[in-house]
């Protein structure tokens, strides 16, 4: 990480949050909507209410007004004009839809944004330039990263501010976010290389539990007890990892027996050369997101 990065609770108290507008919840936006009103932080009842919601289809606009009842859940199918209802009033909006479709969902709404509206957005490979240049001059734009386990307070969010956000605009964010796991500042340029990490973070951990599900049925196991196996220890290991205190390297070591078994197995796994192949990895999704954000300026 660069000098630039800091990872922190926001210095600043904040005791409640403005009227905030998810606009696309599928299941980024929806984790932190479930951390939001997990955490019991206090929104603000806007002229409309204080947690409004969009999405597409009726269902899944009534699946979440079933799971929090206090939130107006609007959907697209039902109402052309739902994000417009949805921003209006609101102090803070998250924008949760797809890279491709922010453009689309920016031209509905920005004549509808109240002025000091603080804009968010967690789309991969969109630039805060390109959000900026959607909105009225002045809009204070921030893009942040997060990741899904932001459902069950346990995520990392990545935070970068766009230029003229003010500091207590940038910690009433940062404050939102602390709602659902550790913000860790950054400058915007660094953003595609957090997301390689942390953004698609889950999905390669939950490769390595697939992974090891079929392997473990390969030596043997039913499917049942492989994947009672598999999730348990990667459970267990995460546990340990948050909970002694000690490092990943440290904790390995107290597995491996010199001479024993894990020293065997993971001799064999570094033949496939596992840091330079996930090195690898992570280019390709910072090339991606480069790449995105070419398609969507
Ligand atoms: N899934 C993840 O782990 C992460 C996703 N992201 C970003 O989050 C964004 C959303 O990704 P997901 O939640 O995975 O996608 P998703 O497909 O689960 O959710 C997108 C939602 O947007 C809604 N939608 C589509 N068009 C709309 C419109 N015009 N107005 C209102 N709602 C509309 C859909 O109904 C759906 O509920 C993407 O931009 C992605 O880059 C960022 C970090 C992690
Ligand atoms: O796969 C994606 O594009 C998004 C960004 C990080 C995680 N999911």
Redesign the pocket.
């Known amino acids: 990480m660069t000098d630039a990065t800091t990872a922190s609770a926001s210095t600043t108290p904040i005791t409640g949050l403005p009227a905030l507008a998810f606009?696309?919840?599928?299941?980024?936006?929806?984790?932190i909507l479930d951390g939001v009103i997990a955490s019991g932080l206090p929104v603000a009842d806007g002229a409309e209410g204080g947690i409004r919601t969009?999405?597409?289809?009726a269902a899944?606009a009534d699946a979440i007004a079933a799971r929090h009842p206090g939130v107006r859940a609007l959907a697209?199918e039902r109402d052309p004009e739902?994000?417009r209802h949805a921003v209006a009033g609101a102090g803070i909006v998250l924008?949760?839809?797809?890279?491709y479709?922010?453009a689309?969902?920016l031209a509905?709404v920005r004549d509808v944004l109240a002025p000091g509206t603080i804009v968010v957005?967690?789309?991969?490979?969109?630039t805060i330039a390109s959000i900026a240049a959607a909105l009225p001059e002045g809009t204070a734009v921030l893009r942040v990263?997060?990741?899904?386990p932001a459902s069950v307070g346990a995520g990392v969010t990545g935070l970068a501010a766009g230029p003229g956000v003010t500091g207590a605009q940038r910690a009433l964010v940062h404050a939102l976010f602390d709602t659902v796991g550790v913000v860790v500042e950054l400058d915007e340029a660094r953003i595609d290389e957090l997301?390689a990490v942390s953004?698609?973070g889950?999905?390669y951990l939950f490769a390595f539990v697939e992974e090891l599900e079929q392997a473990a049925q390969r030596i043997g196991f039913s499917a049942e007890d492989a994947r009672v196996l598999a999730d348990q220890t990667v459970i267990g290991a995460a546990r340990l990892l948050a909970e002694s205190g000690r490092t990943a390297e440290e904790l390995r070591t107290a597995v491996t027996s010199p001479g024993g078994t894990t020293q065997e197995a993971l001799a064999v796994l570094a033949r496939g050369g596992r840091v330079e192949n996930m090195t690898e990895a992570l280019q390709a999704a910072v090339d991606r997101a480069h790449e995105m954000a070419r398609e969507n300026a």
């Open positions: 606009l696309g919840v599928g299941s980024m936006n929806g984790a969009t999405n597409r289809s899944r697209g739902a994000n924008l949760g839809v797809k890279p479709q922010v689309d969902v509905q957005s967690i789309a991969s490979g969109v990263m997060p990741n899904t997301s953004g698609s889950p999905a």
